[in-house]
């Protein structure tokens, strides 16, 4: 395989605009390009939670997985063309299966949980935070112009997913949800 990149900087970005995958020019600030950054921020804080937090066997591969996931929804992003699809219904269902794997272990809500608990569950949570972020840019984005359907839908599970993984952080070494403490009207 030959380098992706022999120079990091080009200097072709000063002005305000960035190239996409197909050699498009647009501005920084386009729909396009906001999305791909949310999702970018989110591969980035997966990376944070897997390099500073110990984690049951079962969820460091399923994040892996997820982050190489969000590379390729980058990378429809990126490349801005309907035909090219690299997430599909069945990487969504698996995505599903994973979910639903992980939430069998956990007992049922019976209230509201406070983003905490512990260090690693707050990061689970932050990334559940910029992942629903990052599915309001890629809906906003698909209202306007064309986006994988699919990767829209991959991200309303993503957020599902680590909610449950942040429960799952949650209890970890005799831990326990931070529950919502509401206050009753007067």
């Known amino acids: ?21 197909n050699g498009q020019r647009i501005p920084k600030y386009h729909p396009r390009i906001e999305a791909l950054g949310d999702v970018d921020e989110l591969n980035s804080l997966l990376g944070l939670l897997l390099a500073e937090i110990d984690m049951p066997d079962s969820l460091s591969p399923l994040l892996q997985r997820i982050q ?11 490349v801005a063309d309907p035909d090219y699809t690299v997430i599909t219904q069945e990487v969504v269902l698996w995505l599903e299966q994973q979910l639903d794997s992980l939430n069998t272990e956990l007992p049922p809500l019976e209230e509201f949980i406070l983003p905490g608990g512990n260090r690693a569950a707050a990061q689970a949570h932050l990334c559940r935070c910029v992942c629903r972020r990052a599915e309001r840019r890629v809906v906003e984005l698909a209202g306007t112009d064309s986006v994988n359907p699919q990767s ?14 942040a429960r799952t952080l949650s209890r970890l070494n005799s831990g326990t949800e931070v529950l919502w403490q509401p206050r009753r009207p007067k």
């Open 1 to 21: 395989m030959s380098n992706r990149l022999t120079r990091i900087y080009t200097r072709s970005g000063d002005s305000g605009t960035t190239a996409l995958a």
């Open 68 to 78: 190489n996931d969000l590379f390729d929804i980058g990378g429809e992003l990126a």
């Open 152 to 165: 829209a839908a991959y991200l309303n599970r993503l957020s599902d997913l680590l909610f449950v993984c």
